[in-house]
Every structure is written in structure tokens, then in C-alpha cells.
């Protein structure tokens, strides 16, 4: 059964830089063919998508994040990862990792969840 | 980008009634060629992600009790919670996946009266 697990620090300085790793187990990154997703929850409000990578390391950014963003992929350690730069205090959020359900496409809903990791930004 | 609205933002409905939600896209998710909708629906229970309950706005997800329907197209749609039980308590959100940047609504939260 396949399973995501977010980690990283729980508290990031504000200007400083966002870092998030998704470890994937029960599959492998590079033998299946989905773009695999970060989302994004602030305490108490709605879900933003972040963006999607690629095996081949093909992304899709949110233009609301875009300038600040980079997903990553690392299949030698079956991972993804996010980085955020330039944080403020409205990236204070529960950070998802996710696969999409339908391979090959990026425009799609997402079945599994990670957990989600709580990053909060604050000095 | 695809704006995603849903109402109500909350509401409570007794133990065996029905609950409704309404989820409008700003522009038709409905993929011609197909004639599929690009739209999914969500329960998220406190300290949980997401789980997903329906998708292509009306099918199922496995195991997905058949309480829960999802109808509608282009840009109009609701989910249906027939007979509401307990432990469908929760928030629900719908999200489009029919162009990037995905864009999920806002939530509706229905509670039991």
C-alpha cells in the first residue's frame, strides 16, 4: 500500500527558506508515471496547490507561488521535495505531499494523502 | 485561474437528513471531447488530510459509502449526503482539475444538529 510521509522543520524563520521532504513507500517514484504533489492548508482555512513533479523532473507551479518555488526529485531515495524561499508569516501552513490518482497527467485529484507536517513561520 | 465557490460555508443537519452542498467553477471544468467533468469532492476531518470522495463529479471513489452523490456539469455542482451519519461530521471541499493551477473551494463544514 502505498504511503507519503512528510518531514522537515516545524518552525522556519521569516525571509528564510522553507524545506520539505516527502518520502514514498509501498512504490516507486521512477517505475510509475505520476506527477506527484505538494498542497498546502493554513490553521483554520482552505487548501492551496502548490505545485507538481514529474519522475523526469517535469514541474507545474502555481503562479501565485511560482517566484518561489522549486520541486524536486530525487529517485535514488524514492523522494520529493519542496522549497519555499522568502517566507512570511502566510506560509504558515499544513504542508501535504500527495499522488495524484491517474498516472501520466497532471490535471488530476489526489489519492493518497501524506499526514501533512505543520511549518510555522515565526522568529 | 479557476475559481472554485462553495456554499454554504456551513451548516447543520439532523442525524438521517439529507445535507447539500454547491460547489460553482468560474468557468466550465467540463472536458468536451470526453464529456467528463474535471471535478472532485473531498472530506477532511479534523487533523486529517484530505480524503477523496468522489471524482469525475459523479463516480464514486472505492469504498465510498452510497450516501455521498456528486452531480452536476460544466460549471454547476453539488454534493449529496443522503441519510447523514455521525461520522460524516467534517468539511468538505470540491477542486477542479480540469487546467493547472488546480484550485480547490473554500470548504463547507457540516456539522450534526
Known amino acids: 500500500q502505498l504511503q507519503l510521509q512528510e518531514s522537515g522543520p516545524g518552525l522556519v524563520k521569516p525571509s528564510e527558506t522553507l524545506s520539505l521532504t516527502c518520502t514514498v513507500s509501498?512504490?516507486?517514484?521512477?517505475?510509475?508515471?505520476?506527477?506527484w504533489g505538494w498542497i498546502r492548508q493554513p490553521p483554520g482555512k482552505g487548501l492551496e496547490w502548490i505545485g507538481s513533479?514529474?519522475?523526469?523532473?517535469?514541474?507545474y507551479y502555481n503562479p501565485s507561488l511560482e517566484s518561489r518555488v522549486t520541486i524536486s526529485v530525487d529517485t535514488s531515495k524514492n523522494q520529493f521535495s519542496l522549497k519555499l524561499t522568502s517566507v512570511t508569516a502566510a506560509d504558515t501552513a499544513v504542508y501535504y505531499c500527495?499522488?495524484?490518482?491517474?498516472?501520466?497527467?497532471?490535471?488530476?485529484?489526489?489519492?493518497?494523502w501524506g499526514q501533512g507536517t505543520l511549518v510555522t513561520v515565526s522568529s | 485561474d479557476i475559481v472554485m465557490t462553495q456554499s454554504p460555508d456551513s451548516l447543520a443537519v439532523s442525524l438521517g437528513e439529507r445535507a447539500t452542498i454547491n460547489c460553482k467553477s468560474s468557468?466550465?471544468?467540463?472536458?468536451?471531447?470526453?464529456?467528463?467533468?474535471?471535478l472532485a469532492w473531498y472530506q477532511q476531518k479534523p487533523r486529517q488530510p484530505p480524503k477523496v470522495l468522489i471524482y469525475?463529479?459523479?463516480t464514486r471513489d472505492s469504498g465510498v459509502p452510497d450516501r455521498f452523490s456528486g452531480s452536476g456539469s460544466g460549471t454547476d455542482f453539488t454534493l449529496t449526503i443522503s441519510n447523514l451519519q455521525a461520522e460524516d461530521a467534517a468539511v468538505y471541499y470540491c477542486?477542479?482539475?480540469?487546467?493547472?493551477?488546480?484550485?480547490f473551494g473554500g470548504g463547507t463544514k457540516v456539522e450534526i444538529k
Open positions: 513533479i514529474y519522475y523526469s523532473g517535469i514541474t
Open positions: 500527495a499522488r495524484p490518482a491517474v498516472t501520466g497527467f497532471p490535471y488530476n485529484w489526489f489519492d493518497p
Open positions: 468557468q466550465s471544468v467540463l472536458h468536451r471531447p470526453s464529456n467528463m467533468n474535471h
Open positions: 477542486q477542479q482539475y480540469y487546467k493547472t493551477p488546480l484550485t
Open positions: 469525475w463529479a459523479s
Open positions: 509501498g512504490g516507486s517514484i521512477s517505475s510509475t508515471f505520476y506527477y
